[in-house]
């Protein structure tokens, strides 16, 4: 049996004689971290922050609907990945503030890319899930 090693979209595949083959690969977590919907929140609202760093109550202020755990989940993630760095300041209260990493800041285009993405074909996406609801019943 020949097989032969292949990408599609930066995935790889190969061909075998009972046909094509996808596996699971390492990255599917950082893909699923991405595609969280408060990751994507977090990332923005640091991108576009003066000086691109904010404090943990400046961020549950200005994304709508996350709640302190999430929000903490989320940091700890996103700083454990090494795509934000959290800093620690010991003062009387402790402040601590949060920044992307330059690797955090290089997954902005791509994330931009696929937030217009589903921007551009949302309507399209709820017209298919009503046409789908409506076949069925």
């Not at 404090?55 to 755990?69: M, N």
């Not at 992307?100 to 996406?125: K, V």
Request: aromatic letters at 8%; charged letters at 25%.
């Amino acid at each position: 049996m020949v097989r032969l090693d292949r990408v599609i979209h930066g995935r790889p595949y190969e061909e075998t004689g009972q046909g094509l083959v996808f596996r699971p690969c390492a990255p599917h977590s950082v893909l699923a971290r991405l595609g969280d919907k408060w990751t994507i929140l977090v990332m923005s609202h640091l991108a576009v922050a003066s000086g691109h760093r904010l404090r943990f109550s400046s961020l549950k202020a200005g994304i709508e609907g996350i709640t302190q755990r999430m929000l903490t989940l989320t940091l700890r993630n996103l700083e454990r990945d090494g795509l934000l760095v959290r800093h620690y300041f010991p003062e009387v209260p402790p402040r601590v503030e949060y920044e992307l990493t330059e690797m955090g800041a290089s997954m902005l285009p791509a994330l931009e890319g696929f937030t217009s993405w589903i921007r551009d074909n949302w309507p399209r996406i709820e017209q298919c899930r009503h046409a789908y609801v409506e076949a069925r019943r």
